[in-house]
Nanobody, 125 residues
Framework: QVQLVESGGGLVQAGGSLRLSCVAS????????MGWFRQAPGKEREFVAS?????????DYADFVKGRVTVSRDKIQSTLFLQMNSLKPEDTAVYYC?????????????????WGQGTQVTVSS
């Protein structure tokens, strides 16, 4: 089992920045990749970014956040980060971190094994 706790969400004006964190505990050595997803009211959960936990930390980003978002991890602290810049009102959603235990990386939320409780991000216009 892996437990995930997100933090760092909040209310920010359009054009602002937020840094989300996700602390992992439990059997973190069994994870292959960690990802960020988001879900807005009435919409399906969608992929935002991911990073592999071993090797060079390969990253992947959804097209709608490329150039505005950076995913990173602190292996020692078992923490995942999402730096979000130039935020837009359409970025408003609950943001979740998740762990996938198997190769390869995936953008499909159904292929992730453990989830945090989410943190709310609200961007005002």
């Amino acid at each position: 089992q892996v437990q995930l706790v997100e933090s760092g969400g909040g209310l920010v004006q359009a054009g602002g920045s937020l840094r989300l964190s996700c602390v992992a505990s439990g059997r973190t050595s069994t994870s292959y990749a960690m990802g960020w997803f988001r879900q807005a009211p009435g919409k399906e959960r969608e992929f935002v970014a991911s990073i592999t936990t071993g090797g060079g930390g390969n990253t992947d980003y959804a097209d709608f956040v490329k150039g505005r978002v950076t995913v990173s991890r602190d292996k020692i602290q078992s923490t995942l980060f999402l730096q979000m810049n130039s935020l837009k009102p359409e970025d408003t959603a609950v943001y979740y971190c998740a762990v996938r235990r198997r190769f390869p990386s995936s953008r499909n939320p159904y292929e992730y094994d453990f989830w945090g409780q989410g943190t709310q991000v609200t961007v005002s216009s």
